[in-house]
């Protein structure tokens, strides 16, 4: 075929350069070997063209091609017709380099039902179309390869995309309480300073704030760790001089006065509209987790067992529990009892995290210093309608060891490896002394308030 090639070239002016059809690179390789010898190129030549799945049915055509691409296109429209669109391209680089590519023939939807184009089926997303040349312009672009490959690296994006996912059975299968998440967190607005003037204090107060109530749980008891801590923007209206700071809308050298300001205000020509309150939010995890509890009910059962009560920083704890013998009781049957001893063994608070499934756990702290929780008061009374009812009562607790969350069963509490106490003076003595009962304050700080003084907790029984 070169020598009838060399022989027709010669015959004509040397001075003309055959035309030649060349391969055309539409959609690059989602393989690594796209620049490989086996892959075809922009401005290899097509010598054979061969249609048909088996070697007994294969149509070949060889150069030159009538028309050009658009014989080609021809062929390649007649082939898919016939519902023939194995095809394999035989091209050269050079005088004496061959490659294939085993393809199939497909429409090409960027320029219509009539015209198609060849997709690799090795690499479905690698698509090659033909062009019109001569065969000095082939050799140019072959010659060119390194540099189209260093233009191509510069000029190859990152493409995103979407990947289905199953949320929902992930959601059920992976967290340790369906379709609620681990991360918890408390957010502490900015003190009011002047109630008249609506002045706050700085961001350093509520930092300082926020530092408090976290060793203030944890010296009471609660098995809490520190994960992080942020600043939190929240909007608000504001005029006047109601904001600390304001920051022009032209001006950058205002910025500097926000650092520790806990609320500044935007100025336009209308005065200050809008405000931006930074309060901060500490996020916290129990120290082993959360462990759940099915307490059962029976028709004979009068009284649940055991009593609960809040923190002064607003953290619902199993108080007490009924110590008196009684198997029959609900908490006694369901293991509670055990885990409360084990609990004030090592100086721990038995904390409540969440009750049917939703969160007893203080949220939020108010620009009055008020702490957002939950009240005993309402929980007791849900208790006794779960006991009325008979409906099982699912509480999960707050563990202080990682060993409890793997055990089959509430395990006794010689089971247990006591953890040196969080609250201990510097003697080793524990804070809280369980001889006397404990004096609790409670303040829910919504519009409804029950506040008890000198209140027993073996006066709170469920």
Excluded at 85 to 97: A, D, Q
Excluded at 194 to 202: H, M, T
Excluded at 351 to 369: A, E, F, I, K
Excluded at 399 to 423: I, M
């Amino acid at each position: 075929m070169t020598m009838d090639r060399d022989s027709e070239s010669s015959s004509e002016s040397p001075t003309r350069d055959p035309k030649v059809v060349s391969i055309e690179c539409l959609k690059g390789s989602s393989k690594a070997d796209e620049w490989t010898g086996d892959m075809l190129q922009t401005g290899d030549i097509v010598e054979e063209l061969r249609i048909g799945g088996s070697p007994n049915s294969l149509i070949r055509f060889n150069w030159p091609f009538k028309n050009g691409k658009a014989g080609i296109n021809k062929i390649l429209q007649d082939a898919y017709k016939k519902k023939q669109t194995s095809i394999l391209v035989r091209v050269r680089r050079g005088p004496h380099e061959f490659a294939e590519l085993q393809a199939c023939i497909v429409p090409n939807d960027s320029s219509g039902k009539k015209h198609f184009v060849l997709r690799s089926i090795a690499d479905p997303n690698y698509v090659v179309g033909f062009s019109d040349r001569t065969e000095t312009q082939c050799f140019q672009l072959q010659a060119s390869r390194t540099t189209r490959m260093v233009n191509a690296l510069t000029m190859t994006r990152l493409q995103d995309g979407y990947v289905s996912y199953p949320w929902e059975r992930k959601m059920q299968e992976l967290l340790s309480v369906p379709n609620s998440s681990n991360f918890l967190s408390v957010l502490f607005l900015p003190k009011v300073s002047d109630r008249i003037a609506y002045r706050y204090n700085d961001v350093e107060d509520t930092l300082a704030r926020t530092n408090t109530w976290l060793n203030a749980a944890q010296a009471s008891g609660v098995p809490i760790v520190f994960m992080n801590v942020q600043t939190e923007s929240l909007l608000t209206k504001i005029s006047g001089e109601t904001a600390s700071s304001t920051v022009s809308a032209g001006s950058l050298s205002d910025l500097s006065n926000l650092a520790n300001a806990s609320l500044y205000g935007f100025e336009d020509y209308h005065g200050v509209d809008i405000g931006v309150v930074r309060a901060v939010r500490l996020w916290y995890a129990p120290t082993g987790g959360e462990f759940c509890i099915e307490i059962k009910l029976k028709e004979d059962d009068t009284r649940l067992g055991f009593a609960i009560s809040r923190t002064e920083e607003g953290f619902i704890f199993i108080s007490s529990v009924s110590d008196d013998g009684q198997e029959n009781v609900p908490a006694t049957r369901s293991g509670l009892s055990n885990l409360y001893k084990a609990a004030t063994d090592t100086s721990r608070l038995l904390v409540v995290s969440r009750l049917s499934n939703q969160r007893v756990l203080p949220w939020m702290v108010s620009s009055t210093g008020a702490i957002r929780c939950y009240d005993t008061v309402s929980l007791s009374q849900k208790f006794s309608l779960h006991r009325h009812t008979k409906v099982p009562i699912l509480l999960h607790i707050f563990l202080w060891d990682r060993a409890l969350a793997s055990t089959s069963k509430l395990p006794l509490p010689h089971e247990f490896q006591p953890l040196t106490p969080e609250g201990s003076d510097p003697d080793g003595d524990s804070i809280s002394d369980s001889s006397k009962p404990m004096q609790l304050e409670r303040d829910t700080a919504g519009d409804l308030s029950f506040r008890f003084h000198n209140f027993s907790l073996s006066n709170n029984w469920v």
